[in-house]
């Protein structure tokens, strides 16, 4: 958001009241807040919106100018030759605000962070009248062999020139030798292009949305036809004593872990003493030391 306002008591002047010289106040005064515009927003502007006060020469006295971006950004403009205004321009950010005083020839830039707090000042250099910058800028020009001063190209002027056109006829306000139908439109300005990016980005393949339908494996044919048919269970036999052998083989397993667990608590023993005897000739060691 951008705001800018320029102001003086300018009615007794001839340049400002004849409409045979260009008068009003937009090609006089209303100029300055739009170039300050320009300078930070640039010119993409998808809707201008402009309203005045008349002279009795039925010339714009004051005005209010509201510029909309196609980058969603806004400037809203004042320019009066029927008083002094406080000559500042304002542009708020998402991280704080800048004051501009005296946007037609700045005296001062002074920054602020989100609370408010002075973060940075600049004040301007010292000069003579301020059309110094003029004329070093069309020297330098001179000296390059420039058909034109880089610091304000025939394009930036042509580009504001028909912004003005637009303003004025929207307020209604004809010089001689000119009708309101002759005024041209500002040319229109569209939105700036986008990249197209479906082309680049590869289409999302297509996931289906029912699971698969699960079947219970085949039995391998070969296995089939060895398993026979069951058969009927046949009656059961008296249960027989298990023999010897196996009665063996338990009591040998038996006696193996007794003698592990017995061979265990000896390796354990023999680890605590090992510790005991470590452990009292570290505490002499102490006391000699």
């Known amino acids: 958001m951008l705001t800018a306002n320029l102001g003086y008591n300018l009615r007794r002047k001839q340049r400002l009241v004849d409409p045979a010289l260009g008068g009003g106040t937009l090609l006089d005064l209303g100029v300055y807040p739009l170039n300050f515009a320009a300078m930070f927003f640039g010119h993409e502007i998808c809707e201008v919106s402009a309203a005045c006060t008349y002279t009795k020469e039925h010339l714009d006295e004051q005005e209010s100018i509201t510029l909309k971006y196609w980058s969603g950004r806004m400037a809203v403009l004042t320019a009066s030759m029927a008083g002094i205004s406080d000559r500042k321009g304002i542009i708020t950010c998402t991280k704080g605000h800048m004051i501009v005083e005296n946007i037609n020839n700045y005296e001062s830039v002074t920054v602020y962070d989100l609370d408010n707090k002075q973060i940075a000042h600049h004040k301007r250099p010292k000069q003579h009248t301020g059309y110094e910058y003029e004329v070093e800028a069309f020297a330098k020009a001179l000296k390059q062999g420039a058909v034109e001063c880089e610091e304000m190209p025939r394009s930036e002027t042509i580009a504001l020139l028909q ?13 001689p ?7 041209p439109a500002a040319p229109a300005v569209t939105e700036p292009a986008v990249p197209a990016l479906e082309a680049a980005v590869p289409a999302a393949p297509v996931l289906e949305t029912t699971a698969p339908v699960v079947t219970e494996p085949a039995a391998p044919a ?4 060895a398993a026979p048919a069951a058969a009927e269970p046949a009656p059961e036999a008296p249960a027989e ?3 010897a052998a196996a009665s063996e083989a338990v ?3 038996i006696e193996q872990a007794a003698d592990a667990e017995a061979a265990a608590e000896e390796s354990i023993l023999e680890t605590s003493e090992i510790m005991t005897q470590e452990t009292e000739q570290m505490s002499e060691a102490q006391l000699w030391d």
């Not at 912004?163 to 010089?175: A, S, T």
């Not at 030798?177 to 005024?183: H, K, P, R, V």
């Not at 070969?222 to 036809?225: F, K, L, R, S």
């Open 163 to 175: 912004l003005m056109d637009e303003i004025r006829r929207q307020f209604g306000v004809v010089y």
């Open 222 to 225: 070969a296995v089939e036809a």
């Open 177 to 183: 030798g000119e009708s309101a139908q002759a005024l």
């Open 251 to 253: 009591q040998e397993v």
């Open 241 to 243: 004593p298990a023999p």
